[in-house]
């Protein structure tokens, strides 16, 4: 089985881009746009204090008619994080996406945040996988 830290050895980008509780919305979105990505973790003098994704900003500012500029991050971001760790299993990040429908995972290791598991990056590794898994029963069935 996969863990957390193998996913994330395996990220051809492991930058994980933040924001503070402060920062306007406006900015969080336009990095969000420049850096190619759907969340962004939010950051209180070093620690998790929540996540930030375009699904928030459309349902908590665009659909309620709000100004990006003037809203902070501490207004939409969801501040109750489900976490994981770098033992975690794949299987295990991806049970809770789905039960939780969520996109994203925080990887913690020890209170420090060290990495950001996205829904990508969990089909990614369930494909490679499937595709060792059925690569290894063809070989038995070959009797190689």
Do not use: F
Not at 56 to 76: G, M, Q
Not at 86 to 99: A, G, I, K, N
Not at 126 to 143: F, M, N, P, V
Request: glycine fraction near 6%.
């Amino acid at each position: 089985m996969i863990t957390v830290a193998e996913i994330l050895r395996a990220k051809p980008q492991a930058a994980v881009y933040s924001v503070t509780p402060t920062t306007s919305v406006l900015e969080a979105i336009k990095l969000m746009a420049e850096k190619g990505i759907g969340a962004l973790v939010v950051l209180d003098k070093g620690r998790l204090a929540g996540i930030v994704s375009e699904r928030d900003y459309a349902r908590k500012v665009v659909l309620l008619e709000r100004s990006a500029a003037d809203i902070t991050i501490s207004e939409i971001m969801t501040a109750d994080v489900l976490t994981v760790g770098p033992r975690d299993t794949s299987q295990h990040c991806m049970q809770l996406m789905t039960d939780r429908h969520l996109r994203h995972l925080p990887v913690l290791a020890e209170g420090e945040l060290i990495g950001l598991l996205s829904i990508g990056d969990l089909v990614k590794t369930t494909i490679a996988e499937q595709a060792s898994l059925i690569q290894q029963l063809e070989q038995y069935i070959r009797g190689e």
